[in-house]
């Protein structure tokens, strides 16, 4: 953290001023060199100010730095316990919703020294009484205040050569800075910063109150700090990940991060600092400045550390109303509009609005609380809103049950299947990615009683294909309806005989083959009448079936190294590729043909490395990827696009590119382009993000032109090749 804006949150606290910039600079050093994420910068963190406040209220400063220093034994222990990733698991509209009621409570304090007063006891306080403040308000004050606002954010937005170079200079020091020189040069009669000597800086003590009161203080420092800390972690990963290049450093590990953020606040507090917290505004910058290593962290606090030795004087010259503007408008940039739209888009909206308002009414640990308990209770809700429907048509009986079926629903769903007649044909529709054991009895049981009066049971999925029927109670640890998870059996002897695959082979004839032996029955008898022709990857992590909700029979499949369509011809071509292109358009007369790459392809990355060497097999078959190098090299072709972006790496560009080149390809292949001319014969092209789990479908602009940009597949109804989402 800069000087200027960990004095501003010094100021905001009720601390010394010196604790901002202790805190500044063990959080460089300290967290820095023993973190788990080298390219975080930590410090007295905004999102800590109210919490700190109401620790100093009640308990007193040297009381704070005594819980400060307990809740860094408390997050080493953390550490040692290796629970960090769990911390993560805090919904991130209680977060972001901590965050910006934080926000709100630091700018409803601040607006009153922005404008010549004083901030009140809390955030309904501070809202009362600024009517009365405004009809006081000092000028001298609201002008250097308005003066340090607009700096701040005109800073970044200076256009340019000149923004380029100006901002070199960090927007806060730069408008703390100008607010300094005009007050100084004005002669402004304004509160200024007072800093005391280091001789009389206050050290921690013992503190006094009920035990139960101080640990929730320890606790409630150690979770805020250690979740900020996690969070920001996360966030310069994925910073980290988008920028690239080979010095990039590894992933943040986050127990170690633990560790260092809790050695930073035993130092902090010891040495009567703030407590500490990654910050993710400071760590952003850091990465965007190109650092590299731990080291950049580290010197920010040095650099710190010698500003509060050597320009004590300097200091002393900055009015404390631009520091309360600077920390206002830090406070109201944490209520962050984006988070707000993606927390929108998730219907989370409920939770991030109870957090907030409970954060500013009640206080940081009370709204986290209140937040949890609202997650808890709308993540209920949802699961038990599950609509059980029956009707009658031609003689068969249909139940859909939509949604999560669990042990809440079980008294609906009974009372439902308990209205279809004895001996009756029933289908029943299970559209839901969840079903507990409850709920399985009770489907179970019914089915048992059912068919003991003659009637009959068919459970189907949600496109109305067969899925499942309840397992003989021999084999019913494996429920045909167990969500795709490469589970094994309880039941399965501890020494499996024979290897793997033959074990799965055993699974599949037990579990699998009763239910689907109809169906490929069928399939048998009136052979096969795939619909697409599916040409991939031989990645053992892309599994056609799964992303693209396929079953027997729907999709003729294509895999080879790299996804590739040799050109018709060559002599070095492959037949098998095209004998399969030739196969499926002439005699299958498949109505599409998808090309889909995938994320972290080896042969792209084979191909960048120039391993493509003629005299190995594999050298010689990725010479039919070669056009696609050449293409994304090429300057007469723009890059391709993934939903709005531009790709991650190289290695992506030319997996994008090589499914651009590759229909290209397909085209060429006289079966292909045929069937194209007569309109018959559709191309598609698509990209699987394996880490993401995510789709996406290249758009085309008419039959005989391909724009390369690559949009999502959003979850909704699936049709055609569009249900893709995995």
């Known amino acids: 953290m800069g000087p200027s804006l960990s004095l501003g949150i010094a100021l905001a606290t009720g601390a010394p001023l010196q604790a901002g910039l202790v805190a500044a600079a063990v959080g460089g050093i300290v967290a820095g060199r023993l973190g788990g994420s080298p390219l975080q910068v930590s410090g007295p963190a905004a999102g800590l100010t109210l919490v700190t406040a109401e620790l100093i209220q009640h308990y007193g400063w040297r009381a704070t730095c005594a819980v400060t220093v307990a809740a860094g034994f408390c997050q080493i222990g953390l550490a040692a316990l290796r629970v960090a990733r769990s911390a993560l698991a805090v919904s991130p509209a209680i977060v972001h919703g901590m965050l910006a009621g934080i926000g709100i409570t630091i700018a409803l304090a601040q607006i009153h020294i922005v404008l010549g007063g004083s901030p009140q006891s809390s955030a309904v306080a501070n809202v009362l009484g600024l009517p009365r403040q405004l009809a006081a308000l000092d000028p001298a004050a609201l002008m250097v205040s308005a003066l340090t606002a607009g700096i701040l954010l005109a800073w970044p937005r200076i256009p340019g050569r000149t923004g380029d170079v100006l901002r070199v200079v960090p927007a806060a020091l730069a408008a703390v800075i100008a607010a300094t020189a005009v007050a100084t040069i004005a002669h402004m009669r304004l509160e200024r910063v007072d800093l005391p000597s280091w001789r009389s800086h206050a050290l921690p003590e013992l503190p006094e109150g009920p035990v139960l009161g101080l640990a929730a203080a320890v606790v409630t420092i150690t979770l805020v700090t250690s979740v900020q800390s996690l969070l920001s972690a996360v966030a310069v990963d994925r910073l980290v990940s988008g920028r690239g290049g080979p010095a990039a450093p590894h992933r943040s590990d986050l127990d170690r991060e633990l560790v260092g953020q809790g050695a930073a606040n035993i130092v902090s507090g010891a040495l009567g600092g703030l407590p500490v917290a990654g910050v993710a505004v400071r760590s952003n910058a850091n990465v965007t400045a190109g650092a590299v290593s731990r080291h950049s962290a580290m010197l920010h606090g040095v650099w710190i550390a010698v500003a509060a030795l050597l320009l004590v004087p300097v200091m002393d010259l900055i009015p404390l109303a631009a520091l309360a503007a600077l920390v206002a ?85 009974s009372r439902v299947l308990g209205q279809v007649p004895h001996g009756a044909a029933c289908h029943v529709e299970l559209d839901g990615s969840f079903m507990d054991h409850a709920a399985y009895e009770a489907l179970h049981d019914w ?49 499996p005989r024979g290897h793997r695959l033959a074990t799965g082979l055993r699974s599949f004839q037990r579990d699998t083959a009763p239910l689907v032996r109809d169906e490929l029955a069928r399939l048998a008898r009136e052979g096969q009448r795939p619909s697409q022709l599916f040409l991939t990857c031989a990645d053992s992590r892309l599994v056609t079936s799964m992303i693209t909700a396929s079953g027997p029979g729907d999709l003729f499949t294509v895999r080879n190294v790299g996804n590739l369509v040799p050109l018709p011809g060559d002599d070095s071509g492959d037949d098998s590729v095209a004998a399969a292109i030739e196969y499926a358009v002439d005699v299958l007369e498949v109505e599409s043909i998808t090309v889909c790459g995938h994320s972290g392809c080896g042969a792209m990355q084979a191909l960048l490395n120039g391993a493509a060497d003629d005299r190995t097999p594999l050298g010689r078959w990725l010479r039919h990827a070669r056009p696609s190098l050449k293409r994304m090299r090429s300057r007469h072709h723009t890059w391709a696009r993934i939903s709005g972006r531009l ?65 999502r597949v959003c979850p909704g109804p699936p049709s055609a090749l569009e249900k893709t989402t995995a």
């Not at 009959?456 to 499942?468: K, N, P």
């Not at 080149?661 to 085209?667: G, M």
């Open 329 to 413: 408008v830090v406070g109201v940039q944490m209520v962050n509009i984006t988070r707000v739209r993606t927390i929108r888009r998730n219907r989370e909206m409920l939770v991030y609005a109870v957090t907030v308002t409970a954060v500013v009414l009640t206080g940081v640990l009370e709204g986290v609380l209140i937040g949890i308990a609202v997650a808890v209770f709308v993540a209920l809700h949802r699961l038990t809103r599950t609509r059980i429907t029956a009707e009658e048509s031609e003689g068969i009986h249909r139940v859909r049950v939509r949604g999560q079926l669990t042990f809440l629903a079980v008294p609906r769903l």
């Open 647 to 711: 790709p991650a790496d190289a290695v992506e560009q030319l997996c994008l590119t090589n499914v651009v080149q590759q229909l290209e390809h397909l085209r060429a292949h006289p079966p292909v382009a045929r069937r194209l001319a007569e309109g018959r014969l559709q191309l598609h092209g698509m990209y699987f993000h394996v880490g993401e789990a995510q789709a996406y479908l290249l758009t085309s602009t008419d039959e005989h032109e391909i724009d390369e940009v690559f949009d």
């Open 447 to 495: 089915q048992t009683s059912h068919s003991a009066h003659g009637g009959t049971v068919r459970f189907t999925g949600r496109a109305g294909t067969r899925i499942s029927e309840p397992a003989a109670e021999a084999h019913g640890c494996c429920r045909p309806w167990t969500p795709w998870r490469n589970h094994h059996c309880q039941d399965t002897p501890q020494k």
